[in-house]
């Protein structure tokens, strides 16, 4: 039996002038896509630039269609419901054996 991980990291690139104003952007998206999907979700990189941040979330299950599928609409989610835009973004879906546990 398996279990797989899905995992996106973005560079989000903001409109803001200070770091205040960047966070008040990021943080009501991040929180906003954890109340509609389950992710798991962090601001990663970028935290004292007000330009821009990498940010990422992750998600577990049993089904790689599913984890993949719940990834990429959680993505695009991300990306039509936020005032910054995406200029980079990478997805991966890795698989884990089960064996030991089962």
């Known amino acids: 039996m398996k279990a797989y991980l899905g995992l996106y ?4 690139e903001t409109p ?13 998206a991040l929180e906003r ?7 798991s979700a962090a601001r990663l990189y ?3 630039a007000w330009g821009f941040e990498v940010v ?3 998600v577990l299950g049993n089904d ?3 984890v993949e599928a719940t990834l990429r609409e959680a ?6 419901n936020g005032a910054f835009r995406v200029a980079l ?3 991966r879906l890795e698989a884990f054996d089960l064996d030991g546990l089962v």
């Open 64 to 66: 790689p269609a599913w």
């Open 75 to 80: 993505a695009r989610f991300l990306a039509q």
């Open 56 to 58: 990422g979330f992750s």
């Open 33 to 39: 896509l954890k109340a509609r999907f389950p992710v």
């Open 89 to 91: 973004e990478e997805f």
């Open 16 to 28: 803001a002038r200070s770091l205040k104003e960047k966070r008040a952007l990021i943080k009501p």
């Open 46 to 48: 970028g935290l004292d």
């Open 9 to 12: 990291t973005a560079r989000l």
